[in-house]
C-alpha cells in the first residue's frame, strides 16, 4: 500500500499570503495518478488538480501542482478568504486502488 | 453536468447492514468508461476508498472492508448501492459516492451521515 503522508498538519497564514503544502509517497507514483482536493466543513471533497499539475474545471490559476516521484506539492499563491480550507492529496495505485493524505489544514492566522 | 445524490437511512443498529444508494443524473452510468465509488470519511478524519463498480457488475474493494462489503449496479434506475455489513460504532462515518475516470474522482455526492448506534 502507497501511504501518503501531507505536511504541514496545519498551516496558519493571512489573506494574500503564499500556501505551500507538501504530499510525500511511501513508493514513487506515477505523475498522471496524484491529485489533489479540498474540503470546506460540512462539504464534499472537490477536485482542486490532477494528473499532479493539471487544474480541473473552473479551478482558478492561483491553485497549482508540481512534483514527481514520491514528492508532490500544492501552491496557493494568494490566499483568498475562500481558499482557508482542508486540503488532501490522493494517489491511484496498486491494492488498495485509491489512498488519500490525511489533509493539511489551511487557517487563517 | 453529471450530479451524484446518496440516499439511505442516518442511523444504523450494531451488527445490523448499512445500506446506501448512489442515485446518478445528468449522465449515465451505463455510458462506461467510469468507476462508480463510494468512500468515506469518520468524523474529523480523512478519507477512505471503499470499492467501486463499474457499469457492467464489475467490483473491487478495498482489502480492509473487502468481507463485509458489497456494491451493486441498477443500471435502470442508473443508480448504484453499498451494503455494508456488521457495522460497529467504527463505521461511523460521512459515505460519499464518487465518480473515479479512474485516476480521481470527480465529482462528488455531498455525502450522507451513518451513525451506528442502538
Known amino acids: 500500500e502507497i501511504v501518503l503522508t501531507q505536511s504541514p498538519g496545519t498551516l496558519s497564514l493571512s489573506p494574500g499570503e503564499r500556501a505551500t503544502l507538501s504530499c510525500r509517497a511511501s513508493?514513487?507514483?506515477?505523475?498522471?495518478?496524484l491529485a489533489w482536493y479540498q474540503q470546506k466543513p460540512g462539504q464534499a471533497p472537490r477536485l482542486l488538480i490532477y494528473g499532479a499539475s493539471s487544474r480541473a474545471t473552473g479551478i482558478p490559476d492561483r491553485f497549482s501542482g508540481s512534483g514527481s516521484g514520491t514528492d508532490f506539492t500544492l501552491t496557493i499563491s494568494r490566499l483568498e478568504p475562500e481558499d482557508f480550507a482542508v486540503y488532501y492529496c490522493?494517489?491511484?495505485?496498486?491494492?488498495?486502488?485509491?489512498?488519500f493524505g490525511q489533509g493539511t489544514k489551511v487557517e487563517i492566522k | 453536468q453529471v450530479q451524484l445524490q446518496e440516499s439511505g437511512p442516518g442511523l444504523v443498529k450494531p451488527s445490523q447492514t448499512l445500506s446506501l444508494t448512489c442515485t446518478v443524473s445528468?449522465?449515465?452510468?451505463?455510458?462506461?468508461?467510469?468507476?462508480w465509488s463510494w468512500i468515506r470519511q469518520h468524523p474529523g478524519k480523512g478519507l477512505e476508498w471503499i470499492g467501486y463498480i463499474y457499469y457492467s457488475g464489475s467490483t473491487y474493494y478495498n482489502p480492509s472492508l473487502k468481507s463485509r462489503v458489497t456494491i451493486s449496479v441498477d443500471t435502470s434506475k442508473n443508480q448504484f448501492s453499498l451494503k455494508l455489513s456488521s457495522v460497529t460504532a467504527a463505521d461511523t462515518a460521512v459515505y460519499y459516492c464518487a465518480r473515479a475516470n479512474p485516476f480521481w474522482f470527480d465529482p462528488w455526492g455531498q455525502g450522507t451521515l451513518v451513525t451506528v448506534s442502538s
Open positions: 490522493q494517489q491511484y495505485g496498486s491494492s488498495p486502488r485509491w489512498t
Open positions: 445528468g449522465g449515465s452510468i451505463s455510458s462506461g468508461g467510469y468507476y
Open positions: 513508493q514513487s507514483v506515477s505523475s498522471s495518478y
